[in-house]
């Protein structure tokens, strides 16, 4: 189904969610703004016209929450990182997260949000949504990138337990990824707030049984008994 045509789409991007009930959240860039539509069976039922929010130079991302509430990053014109929260009431107020490119979001189970993005510099932000335009810098990675390569994308999984993922895609030359003659590598890391690096730090202090913070456990409990 075409939701949307017209205007330049040579970097932007399109995400896709669906929620709990079955329904396809689709995000996407035109007219320099940034849509929203919902599908469901195959149709599509509140594009005419689709919801739109903020200004947008082309980059975006979308996940659905375990509340089914929707959560939306995108750059604007001035370079700045924006998250949007849909509730029922429809999309809310942008909030600043950074400065860069590239956002993704990304909520884990417990409904904790989490935005990744890469700065001028290529290097990678993860933070954490603490309340209202209130946002925390977990950590920063340098740029993970070869001689020639540039980064260009980055990646972010929720896993819950405080377990995040991250990934980071490179390619070489002046073109962006997917260009004639370009190429790259993607390296996976793996971490958790707490961490130190790229290395998760076991919080068990105190503890002999229980989650340890990074997706391991603290230990396990003898036969007949629970943690």
């Known amino acids: 189904h075409n939701l949307y045509y017209g205007g330049n789409s040579a970097d932007e991007d399109t995400d896709a969610v669906y929620d709990s009930q079955g329904r396809l ?7 320099a703004v940034m849509h929203h539509a ?3 069976d195959a149709q599509i039922l509140d594009a005419g016209p689709s919801e739109t929010f903020g200004a947008s130079s082309g980059s975006g991302s979308l996940a659905v929450g375990p509340d089914d509430r929707l959560h939306a990053v995108y750059v604007n014109f001035s370079g700045a990182i924006l998250y949007h929260q849909r509730d029922a009431n429809g999309w809310g ?9 590239r956002p993704m979001v990304a909520v884990d189970p417990a409904g904790a949000v989490y935005v990744a993005y890469l700065d001028a510099q290529g290097n990678a932000h993860v933070s954490q949504r603490r309340g209202f335009d209130d946002w925390d810098e977990l950590d920063s990675f340098p740029a993970y990138s070869a001689e020639g390569q540039f980064p260009e994308r980055v990646g972010l999984v929720a896993a819950g337990n405080n377990v995040l993922h991250v990934g980071l895609a490179t390619c070489t030359g002046a073109g962006p990824c997917g260009a004639t003659g370009s190429n790259g590598f993607v390296a996976y890391l793996p971490f958790c707030p707490g961490f130190q690096g790229t290395t ?9 049984c229980g989650p340890d913070g990074c997706g391991g456990t603290c230990g396990t409990c003898p036969s007949g008994q629970s943690c």
Request: some cysteine; charged content about 20%.
């Open 25 to 31: 959240h689709v995000l996407w860039n035109g007219g």
């Open 38 to 40: 919902v599908a469901q």
């Open 200 to 208: 998760c730090t076991p919080q068990c202090a105190g503890k002999v």
């Open 93 to 101: 107020d942008d909030e600043q997260v950074g400065n860069g490119k």
